[in-house]
């Protein structure tokens, strides 16, 4: 075990002087509190009402149309497919946590991993709404499913839109059976914990009657495995199909073969961001500080500068290209993206993408947890900004100058953006309050005791059903 | 409702229903649960019932009427007509006295499309954007319905008992204190009735009264000729052609349809191409064609009249009796080098093209330009060849509306008995006429019109009027032609015309607008036989008024005012025109005119006052920024737009908007909805008539969104630089000269790598394969086009915000774009259907197959599966898709197919519709189809014939009305298509063909033809 330690110069363990009785304490002990703390209420409510903003945003929307977003012709896209592919990037941090850093041995992701994995599972949830919300003719979404009908109706294939509906459903499917098989010894530490009848029945359930057994761990750490070699493909192909959406376009901006690589950083980038957002107060309001610990922050401060980077130079090559093509309209819209009549968004961008992030360049900001959480949210707003110049810069200004239009969003816009919020959190807090925040039974794996002392575990004999330390040992 | 004390429901609606109890019946009795009188006149509830509501309910509360018959089968079916197979009927529609002859296609009986006759000399096939939205006029659900006496309730039975008392009370004192005022009417059986009413009534008296005529026309000719003749031009014989302030292809130019014609076929290099010099005070659809183009503020133009006479005469060698030449006037702007450097050139090229150059002066301009241009044609030997003269048809019209309706308001206290024969002088006349008081004033005033307006609501008597495609008449063209107007469907709101009305007022009970027109024809129709022909091609044979060659007389030397001569006054000089939309203001609740954007403003929804770069610059205006534009102490508010290429110191605003009683589009007081634009009238004085010095802008400041449908001209430095990088590819022009050396210059324009595709070309082509080919050197920008599309297609009126927001759903728009330097903008416009590509970038990205190709090359719209993800509209180089942001037929066709309106006026309104096109429904993407369902006509027509489709058998509707021909389109497929032919031009190019859609649109570059001395 240490071997593998040594190894890897990145490998960071959860520090702290946890035994293993206490990071089940600590972990179960917000599911099984009589209330969350104060803080949750509050949360919870500023969620629920931003939830209940949206629902009225979309039954508005639906009953008059989509005439009630500011979204016109030549943009005919806007806050709808922003707000998706926002909300997409966000959902990749999750999987990349869960499945690549998995693959690498990175084994400092097990504090966070789980709740990367709900915040994954969240946004996509967020983000599928929109595309199912944003048609003309809500009530007509399974045009777009090869569903065989009497209308002889049958997909067109050749639209990116189209690989989008299997991109993302893919996606969903996979990450939801990955989080919940991740959360099956965990469900089943809470149902033997279970002080009443009812939360045993339920959490019993959900445990699908997991009992520890080696042969349980082995077809566990097996499917893991397979599941995590799986959505590792995924990581790259769900943002480079939402990519194709622009790529294969003909509009100036948007057909560019850098997209692929490019979004997919940027949903990195901006995953990642929101992970460190959503942690720092998590880790404070649930006491989770020695399991999320600075470590794992400054680690994850390191990912945001390097694909900072990565977008950054995207971001300039995207430049570079636009010029070097040669084609006249491919250069003015990038010289009306930075000079024009939305620079200030794109400035935005620029401020938010890639100057930000070089303050973890200092170890004293990127080692503090407040200073981490702004910079994450900045980001956040930066890769939402990304989003909107891409979008509503591309189209409104195309090929035509008589077709030229100027796009303002509307009430309504506003109030569907910062509704996804409301459903989003709203998820994110149920989820804090019911489920496992933190994968006990993989953290436990990699404790520092468990490193120092081989094949220690059994000492704890007591919590036999979160201690996979020989599985993940044997890689 | 005492029976519902009794009455038990079997179906019962609530509770309180079936117990009966005392509240519901009070409901009921009530009808509505809160009284509209207790509802504050300002709470939003009473303010969305009217909206709502307002068009159903007539306001006075005289309800609905919606004629009910029994339906009978036809047991022998009327010799002609199939159910569901349109026909075409000729009529003619009548503006300021000017017929346009026309085709109306009928569809089981409802009127639905207006196209242009082709034989009527006026019209040649063409009609303007006025006649092709007069259908939507004529089911406009704000026409009156109903007699009104002081604002209530009457029917004709009650105004035929009034009349018969009261005219013949009148009769017997022999018409005094009668007056008649009337709109300007070429019609000989209205020209009759006047006669024999005059006789009745020998002391009344009769105005007529045209807002926006000017005598000028009618007096230059007098002035010049001692009588007064009408004017023809044949452009089409033209090599130079010199404008005075005339925009000669406008609709609103006498005959402007017909010129627009003639002058566009000298507009090509395949012919001799004509050279044509725009001396004009704004930009006109004429002086976008022109090859050089001189700005001059209008009252300068006089004194560059004379001075062309004194330059010309001694080259001409004049024929002593043609008499003397005008001394030149001694004006600084005539020496100016650049001004003086174009004349010379000029009139270098009129004496070199002696019988073939022509001088046209506008309608604007004093008596004094227009007979000098008569006499400089004569001098230039133009007479006979490219100017004809005819006997005028109507030679006692003096033409001075002005002071004709001043000396009646004047005198109104004389006037007992006020008979206004439509019209709408209430809100019609100058600033300085109080028409609406001294109305008020008249004990009895009858008002006949197709709307309750300002005029009507101030009357004791209004009567709808028949809309001209429901009754019996007649008119003249320009050359005198008599035109019958033929009805195409019963009145439907027992309207009466003019005719039937003055027959009423003779005596007649039942007046009969057939019996009428045929008996002032009796003469020239004597039988069944020429009547009938007569009315199926809408002419009378014959009526057109004889050639002459008038002979000139000595014209005085003309006075030159300081002002004219260039001097430098305080304010700017104002220009108040009619609207080349809504007109005078009769087509201000027409929909399609309101969202139709102004050619060179690019304005929707609003008018607005055209300001010149210097103006703009000294006030530091752009476009949308309200201002408060004064002249002669009266004010009015209305955004500025910017007006590259227009004369400094020189404004102009159009009539036609501001009215308060139009209607539920135009604007309506009752229902408190805004008037659209702001009333011009008011600038209009009695005494300097349309053209006003000494006007002011006070800068406001703010103002809301205009509903601009292309980029404001004061967009962004960035905006501006990347839109003259690409102009010489988009919109390509050049030189004859340039031409002749490199006929394909247009093609080498852009140059791209070698294109390949990731698909196959899609089909192979068989059989047709439609294309279309549009002539950048004949489109003047009419808009005639836009409208025609919206009729034939059902497209929808969006509104006022939609259109500010970019929501405008044409499938046809026309592009203009200005090039140069602003104060001397050159202007092109480029026409923009659906481009049907073969390799369509639509079609690649839509996810459902809603938008799929054709056999024959048409990129099909299939509205059913469109689920409306407008990705489509994203990938479309040239934007031409259009998307229902909302249900915007929800009033006429209701939520749901299965929920339609039970509303009768929205009924009515619905009857507008082409049963051959699908209303769109909300939430899909819509497009130019290339009016797939005439191809489908044709086709079917075609083949149960068993012929072939003949060469321009299957017209768009856009070409169809195009008065230029510069919509072509047919069948690629067949060599000698005339389609094929233009796409074979050296000329013709693809727009953005290097994007690989292989676009089925060739677009011909313009080629100017400029004078190398001026290059």
């Known amino acids: 075990m240490d071997a593998v330690r040594n190894d890897n110069p990145f490998a960071v363990a959860p520090r702290g002087d946890n035994p293993f009785a206490k990071i089940t304490d600590n972990v179960s002990r917000i599911v099984e509190a009589e209330r969350p703390p104060r803080a949750w209420y509050i949360a919870f409510g500023i969620a629920l009402m931003l939830l209940t903003i949206f629902l009225s945003a979309i039954t508005y929307l639906a009953w008059e149309g989509i005439g009630v977003w500011g979204n016109m012709i030549p943009v005919a896209w806007a806050f709808d497919i922003i707000n998706f592919v926002f909300w997409i990037g966000i959902g990749h941090a999750g999987t990349l946590i869960s499945a690549i850093l998995f693959l690498l041995r990175q084994n400092w992701r097990t504090s966070i991993n789980r709740f990367a994995e709900a915040m994954t599972i969240f946004a996509v949830i967020c983000a599928a709404i929109f595309p199912g919300v944003h048609i003309g003719r809500p009530w007509l979404p399974y045009y777009m499913m090869p569903i065989p009908n009497q209308m002889e109706m049958w997909p067109q294939f050749r639209s990116p839109l189209e690989w989008d509906i299997f991109a993302v459903s893919t996606y969903a499917t996979i990450s939801i059976l990955f989080w919940y098989m991740g959360m099956i010894p965990d469900f089943a530490t809470f149902r033997d914990r279970s002080k009443t009848a009812i939360r045993r029945f339920l959490y019993g359930i959900v445990a699908m009657g997991w009992r520890g057994s080696s042969r349980q761990w082995h077809r566990y750490e097996r499917a893991y495995l397979i599941l995590a070699a799986l959505a590792t493909p995924l990581v790259l192909s769900v943002h480079s199909v939402v990519s194709f959406d622009f790529a294969t376009a003909q509009l100036p901006g948007w057909h560019a073969t850098i997209f692929p690589p490019y979004f997919v950083a940027g949903a990195i980038f901006g995953g990642f961001a929101m992970v460190v957002t959503l942690a720092v107060p998590a880790r404070q309001l649930f006491g989770l500080k020695r399991i999320i610990t600075i470590d794992h922050l400054e680690l994850m401060n390191k990912i945001l500068i390097a694909t900072g980077l990565m977008v950054g130079y995207a971001y300039g090559m995207e430049f570079f290209v636009a010029w070097y093509s040669g084609s006249m309209y491919e250069g003015f819209t990038f010289i009306n993206r930075a000079f024009g009549q939305y620079a200030w968004a794109y400035w935005t961008m620029i401020f938010c993408n890639v100057v930000t992030p070089q303050l973890h360049w200092f170890p004293k900001i990127r080692r503090n947890p407040w200073a981490t959480w702004v910079i994450g949210v900045i980001i956040n707003i930066g890769m939402w900004f990304e989003r909107f110049v891409i979008i509503v810069t591309s189209l409104a200004r195309d090929f035509l100058p008589s077709s030229w239009g100027y796009y303002v969003p509307t009430f309504v816009d506003y109030m569907m953006l910062g509704g996804s919020f409301g459903l989003f959190f709203t998820l994110f807090l149920l989820f804090c309050r019911y489920l496992p925040m933190v994968a006990m039974a993989e953290v436990k794996a990699f404790h520092p005791s468990v490193l120092s002392h081989g094949h220690g575990h059994g000492e704890h004999h007591g919590e036999s059903h979160d201690a996979p330390v020989a599985a993940h040992a044997g890689h | 409702m005492s029976s519902l004390k009794k009455f038990k429901p079997l179906y019962w609606r609530s509770l309180a229903e079936l117990e009966n109890t005392p509240e519901f019946r009070e409901f009921v009795e009530r009808e509505f649960a809160t009284p509209l009188e207790q509802v504050p006149p300002n709470s939003p509830q009473r303010r969305r019932f009217l909206q709502i509501m307002g068009a159903s309910l007539g306001l006075a509360g005289a309800g609905c009427r919606w004629h009910e018959d029994k339906l009978v089968p036809l047991t022998r079916r009327p010799d002609g007509m199939t159910p569901g197979v349109p026909k075409k009927y000729a009529t003619s529609m009548e503006i300021d006295g000017q017929a346009v002859g026309l085709h109306v296609t009928s569809y089981d009986g409802r009127p639905i499309k207006v196209d242009g006759n082709p034989r009527h000399p006026d019209a040649l096939g063409a009609c303007s954007v006025l006649q092709q939205a007069s259908v939507l006029g004529l089911y406009d659900p704000d026409r009156s319905d109903t007699v009104k006496r002081g604002g209530k309730a009457s029917s004709w039975d009650e105004f035929s008992k009034f009349a018969k008392e009261h005219f013949g009370a009148l009769r017997g004192k022999g018409g005094a204190g009668l007056h008649v005022l009337s709109e300007r009417s070429s019609s000989p059986t209205l020209a009759d009735l006047r006669t024999r009413f005059l006789q009745a009534f020998p002391q009344a008296k009769w105005t007529t009264y045209e807002p926006g005529h000017t005598s000028a026309l009618r007096k230059g000719s007098e002035l010049a000729f ?726 321009q058998e299957i017209r768009t509707a856009c070409q169809d009305t195009c008065p230029t021909e510069a919509i072509v389109f047919g069948d690629l497929n067949d060599p000698k298509s005339l389609v094929a032919r233009l796409h074979k031009q050296p000329r013709a190019y693809e727009l953005l063909g290097e994007l690989n859609n292989r676009p089925r649109v060739q677009y011909l570059a313009r080629i100017k033809n400029p004078n190398p001395e001026l290059a």
């Open chain 2, 226 to 951: 001692g009588k007064a003749y009408r004017t023809l031009y044949d452009f089409s014989r033209a090599r130079v052609i010199v404008s005075l302030d005339a925009d000669f292809v406008s609709h609103l130019f006498p005959r402007g349809l017909a010129n627009a014609r003639t002058f566009s076929r000298t507009r090509t290099p395949d012919r001799e191409m004509s050279r044509f010099y725009a001396i004009e005070s704004t930009y006109t659809h004429a002086g976008a064609h022109a090859d050089h183009r001189l700005p001059l503020p209008p009252r300068q133009i006089k004194a560059l009249a004379a001075y062309l006479d004194a330059a010309i005469t001694p080259q001409a060698k004049a024929l002593p009796e043609l008499g003397a030449a005008q001394p030149s006037p001694d004006a600084a702007f005539l020496k100016d080098p650049k001004t003086k450097k174009f004349l010379d050139a000029m009139v270098k090229d009129l004496v070199g093209s002696v019988g073939r150059s022509l001088i046209v002066a506008g309608p604007e301009q004093p008596a004094e330009v227009h007979a000098i241009a008569h006499r400089l044609n004569a001098l230039l030997g133009n007479v006979a060849r490219t100017v004809l003269y005819v006997e005028d048809p109507m030679p006692d019209d003096a033409g001075e509306d002005l002071a004709a309706i001043k000396a009646l308001v004047a005198g109104a206290d004389s006037v007992d008995t006020l008979l206004i024969l439509g019209g709408n002088p209430a809100y019609a006349t100058p600033g300085d006429v109080p028409f609406g008081a001294a109305l008020a004033k008249i004990k009895n005033s009858i008002h006949l019109s197709l709307y309750e307006d300002e005029t009507s609501s101030s009357s004791s008597w209004h009567l709808p009027a028949a809309h001209y495609l429901e009754s019996w008449g007649d008119s003249r063209g320009m050359d005198g032609v008599v035109s019958i107007q033929q009805p195409l469907i019963a009145p439907l709101h027992g309207g009466r015309s003019a005719l039937e009305l003055l027959d009423l007022l003779l005596g007649n009970d039942k007046p009969d607008g057939f019996e009428l027109v045929k008996r002032t024809h009796q003469q020239t129709l004597p039988d069944e036989r020429a009547l009938r022909r007569a009315i199926h091609e809408s002419m009378v044979i014959g009526t057109t008024g004889q050639r002459v060659m008038p002979k000139l007389q000595e014209l005085p030397k003309v006075a030159l005012s300081e002002a004219e001569l260039g001097a430098k006054s305080n304010g700017y000089e104002l220009i108040v025109a009619l609207d080349p939309k809504v007109h005078d203001g009769r087509f201000t609740n027409n929909g399609w005119l309101q969202e139709l954007p102004g050619m060179f403003s690019k304005l929707a929804w609003d008018n607005c006052v055209l300001v010149p770069m210097d103006v703009a610059k000294e006030q530091n205006l752009e476009d949308g920024v309200l201002v408060d534009l004064s002249v002669g102490g009266k004010t009015i508010r209305l955004p500025a737009v910017v007006a590259p290429g227009q004369a400094p110191g020189v404004l102009k605003v159009t009539l036609g908007y501001g009215r308060t009683h139009a209607g539920h589009v135009g604007g309506l007081k009752s229902a408190e909805i805004e008037p659209v634009g702001a009333n011009a009238y008011l600038l209009v004085s009695s005494e300097d008539g349309y053209l006003r010095s000494g006007a002011t802008i006070q800068k406001i400041g703010g103002g809301p969104r205009l509903a601009m449908v292309q980029d404001l001209y004061a967009i962004d430095p960035i905006g501006h630089e990347g839109t003259a990088e690409r102009l010489h590819q988009i919109v390509r022009e050049g030189t004859l000269e340039e031409y002749r050396e490199k006929p394909e210059f247009a093609k080498e324009r852009v140059h791209s790598p070698p294109l390949l595709s990731m698909w196959k070309p899609p089909t192979p082509y068989e059989g047709h394969k439609w294309g279309m080919a549009v002539d950048l050197g004949k489109c003047i920008g009419c808009n005639a086009c836009v409208t025609a599309c919206q009729a034939e297609n059902n497209i929808p009126v969006t509104g006022r915000e939609p259109v500010s927001m970019g929501r405008e759903m044409f499938w046809l728009r026309i592009d203009r774009y200005y090039k140069g330097e602003p104060e001397d903008a050159e202007v092109s416009f480029q026409p923009m259907p659906c481009q049907q590509c073969e390799n369509a970038p639509c079609e690649q990205v839509c996810p459902v197959g809603a938008t799929m190709h054709s056999k024959e090359g048409l990129n099909d719209m299939v509205y059913n599966r469109c689920i409306g993800t407008r990705y489509c509209s994203n990938n479309c180089p040239y934007k031409v898709r259009h998307f229902n942001y909302f249900n915007y037929n929800l009033d006429v066709i209701g939520i749901t197919p299965y929920t339609p309106t039970e509303d009768p006026k929205m009924k009515i309104k619905s009857m507008v519709f082409n049963p051959e096109v699908t209303v769109r429904s909300r939430g899909v993407m819509e497009k130019c189809t290339f009016c797939v369902q005439r191809i489908q006509n044709v086709k079917i027509k075609a083949k149960n014939e068993g012929r072939p489709i003949a060469d």
